[in-house]
Each structure stands twice: as structure tokens, then as C-alpha cells.
């Protein structure tokens, strides 16, 4: 069974500013439309629902939303000399 997230991500300061679980992904959906007008003057701030099975599921296919730069270019590195 998947679940729906919403997340609201600042780009300009790169880091998570909130992440909620929904019930249904209709409430998800409602809840980005509402999110979206409340930041509409405000390019860096972005909004998304995501579905997975899990909150950990999305660490990993989503990693940009939950790791600094320097995180996710120390995970690229480890990639690269595993290769």
C-alpha cells in the first residue's frame, strides 16, 4: 500500500521545511493546491506530493529533499569508487 507525502522544500536554502502524511491522496492533492497559493510569490519554495510505501522509502528515491549538498555529493563519490 502507498502513502502520500507532502513536502514543502525551500531551494534557496536547500532544506526540507515540512513534511506531512495524508490519508488519501485526494487530501494530499488539496493540501499542495493550498500550500502552493499560500508560497505563490515565493519562486524558491517548492511543493510536492510524493507516493511510497514508507517515509523511509523516500529518503532513499528522494534523497535531494532530506540531504545537504555535501551529502549527497559524499553518496555520489562512494557510488562512483564502488563502480
Do not use: C, N
Not at 33 to 57: M, P
Not at 67 to 79: E, F, I, M, P, T
Request: charged share 25%; proline share 1%; hydrophobic share 40%.
Amino acid at each position: 500500500m502507498t502513502r502520500s507525502f507532502l513536502l514543502v522544500y525551500d531551494r534557496s536554502a536547500g532544506r526540507l521545511l515540512s513534511l506531512v502524511e495524508h490519508p488519501t491522496r485526494a487530501g494530499a492533492l488539496q493540501a499542495r493546491f493550498d500550500t502552493e497559493k499560500q508560497h505563490r510569490h515565493d519562486t524558491s519554495i517548492e511543493v510536492v506530493v510524493l507516493t511510497a510505501a514508507s517515509e523511509q522509502v523516500l529518503h532513499r528515491t528522494h534523497a535531494r529533499y532530506f540531504k545537504d549538498v555535501g551529502q549527497l555529493a559524499s553518496d555520489w563519490l562512494r557510488h562512483v569508487a564502488e563502480a
